[in-house]
């Protein structure tokens, strides 16, 4: 990306941003795209995220079993999942079936010359198209992530059960005991839990700016939006997993 | 416009005066750009002296509502060089030329998608160079557009997207605005409980743009701008929304500013046409005028017709 291309996209994510909370508010947008980037997405979340589970069950209970220590299976595919498996793999996902979405379907309103129309009627695209997407990304990629989260510790309980003979009781019991491990923010909400649901939300910032940035300035009629597609898959992508060390950074700085 | 008396932007100035004017630019010893009326006039009298006659008697008012003066733009290569154009209230102004010669920009800089590099346009007596973007987005509510692929929100159905102005900017209730899309699809001669519930991608071409400019229209907005609306239609749809723009001038006296390389609806409904070649208006005037014209450019683009 250009120079001027990395100013305009950070310009249009502090414009969303500012115009989350100024009037009019699309309440009826946001609940709609809540439930295209959300509920859409859920299936295909919670598939991976199970599976995921499991194959991190599967590969520590062959490392572990060296050490004797496969009942902390459990805390292995916790710490994997809520810090960094959940919110990384969810985001990549739904950057590929969401962020792809949203360029395309921004990108053909460019071509077609409905974001100019919207101008013409008076109302701000930004208002009208992005700022609802944000707002759904924000509050829907967390959801998810919870829900990935919980399905995958679930698939790794299913393996340890199945597998390596732990008593689902002991599994749970040791997925807790990691979670605790952490250390508490405010005495009740557990470090991890912060630091797994501060990444989802970043994330999900990423996926809706990215996709509404190429959407926008998408040139050349139906060929410009297979590009813009195309990018904001791999941008968003590869903001993810770049953010994500950063993040990761300064969260254990703050968090431990 | 207030400070031009009234008369020189009526009925035609009697020569003296004429001169007069153009003298004034030197008048405090910098050459003033004339405004574009009286550019205009200087550049085209014969032709706007004869037609504006004809127009007073269709109800043309003489105020001024839209204004281009002095207009430069360029992009990578020049636009449009110093062009001027007005349409007054209750006119039907047709900007005809060739393909890229900067006819849909002219509708853009009236909108203020775009600003002029040089010049000044006037929107119903607002200086559009100086506004803000937020200040634009309420200005463009005094202005209907229709779009050469009508851009209906596709997403949405044909109610939706006529109301979709209506919500945005009124306070009318539901029944105001179902009563209020019902009336201007009639005016484009759509049957309300037929259309309403259907997806853009439905609906014919004819049939789009009309939707087009039932959106654009529904807020009442006391200029429309049209961008190619004929432009890919069959001669008989073409017929039909010639008929419809006329329809709105005559009813409604909204100011129409059409955009088209349509010279035989230009004829129809104009009561001026501009023809824009190589960056610059080559000539302004009624139709009749124009097929008068002993310009050689005028009649080799007449001569299709």
Redesign the interface.
């Known amino acids: 990306m250009r120079v001027l291309a990395v100013q305009e996209y950070f310009g249009l994510a502090a414009k969303a941003i500012r115009f989350i909370f100024a009037r009019p508010f699309y309440i009826g947008d946001v609940v709609q795209q809540m439930d295209s980037i959300g509920v859409e997405s859920l299936g295909i979340v919670l598939l991976t995220g199970f599976f995921t589970g499991m194959v991190l069950a599967l590969q520590t209970s062959v490392q572990m079993a060296q050490f004797g220590a496969t009942m902390y299976i459990g805390r292995l595919v916790t710490a994997s999942m809520v810090r960094e498996l959940g919110p990384v793999l969810a985001a990549i996902l739904v950057a590929g079936r969401v962020g792809s979405g949203i360029a395309a379907q921004i990108g053909s309103m460019r071509v077609t010359e409905q974001i100019d129309a919207l101008n013409t009627l008076g109302v701000d695209p930004i208002k009208k198209l992005v700022v609802p997407r944000l707002v759904a990304a924000l509050i829907m990629m967390p959801v998810l992530t919870i829900l990935s989260d919980t399905v995958g510790i679930g698939g790794g309980n299913v393996i340890a059960t199945a597998y390596v003979g732990i008593p689902t009781g002991l599994y749970w019991r040791t997925v807790w005991e990691q979670i605790a491990s952490g250390g508490f923010i405010l005495h009740y909400i557990p470090s991890d839990f912060v630091q797994g649901l501060t990444k989802p939300f970043v994330f999900g910032g990423i996926i809706a700016v990215t996709g509404c940035y190429f959407g926008i300035n998408t040139k050349g009629g139906t060929e410009g939006v297979g590009n813009a597609t195309t990018r904001t898959v791999v941008v968003a992508s590869v903001m993810i997993l770049i953010v994500d060390y950063f993040l990761t950074q300064v969260l254990l700085f703050l968090f431990g | 416009m207030t400070d031009i008396p009234p008369d020189t932007t009526g009925a035609p100035a009697p020569p003296e005066h004429e001169e007069e004017r153009r003298a004034l630019p030197e008048d405090d010893g910098e050459p003033r750009l004339r405004r574009a009326e009286d550019e205009l006039r200087a550049r085209f009298a014969e032709e706007l002296e004869e037609s504006e006659e004809a127009q007073e008697r269709v109800g043309v008012s003489r105020e001024a509502i839209v204004e281009l003066e002095h207009i430069s733009l360029a992009f990578d290569r020049p636009i449009l060089e110093d062009v001027s154009l007005v349409a007054r209230r209750g006119e039907t102004i047709v900007i005809a030329g060739e393909s890229g010669t900067g006819k849909s920009t002219t509708l853009k800089l009236i909108?203020r998608?775009l600003r002029p590099d040089s010049g000044r346009v006037i929107v119903d007596g607002e200086v559009l160079n100086d506004v803000t973007?937020?200040e634009a987005?309420?200005i463009?509510?005094k202005?209907g557009?229709v779009?050469?692929?009508a851009?209906?929100?596709?997403?949405m159905s044909v109610f939706e997207n006529v109301a979709?102005?209506l919500r945005?900017?009124t306070t009318l209730s539901e029944d105001e605005i179902e009563a209020r899309v019902r009336e201007k699809l009639e005016f484009v001669d759509l049957e309300p409980d037929r259309v309403m519930d259907q997806l853009p991608a439905e609906l014919s071409g004819g049939m789009k743009k009309r939707v087009g400019i039932a959106?654009g229209m529904a807020v009442n907005p006391a200029i429309m701008l049209y961008d190619e609306p004929t432009s890919g239609l069959d001669p008989l749809t073409t017929g039909t929304i010639t008929r419809l723009i006329m329809k709105l001038q005559r009813e409604l006296k909204v100011t129409s500013v059409v955009v088209s390389h349509d010279i035989r609806s230009a004829f129809r409904m104009a009561t001026k046409i501009a023809l824009l070649a190589e960056k610059k208006i080559v000539f302004f005037g009624s139709p009749e005028d124009m097929t008068a014209s002993q310009d050689r450019y005028v009649q080799d683009f007449l001569g299709g017709v």
């Not at chain 2, 851009?151 to 997403?155: E, G, I, T, Y």
Request: glycine share 4%.
């Open positions: 909108l998608l973007y937020e987005l309420v463009r509510q202005m557009m779009f050469q692929g851009a209906l929100f596709d997403s979709f102005p945005e900017h959106r």
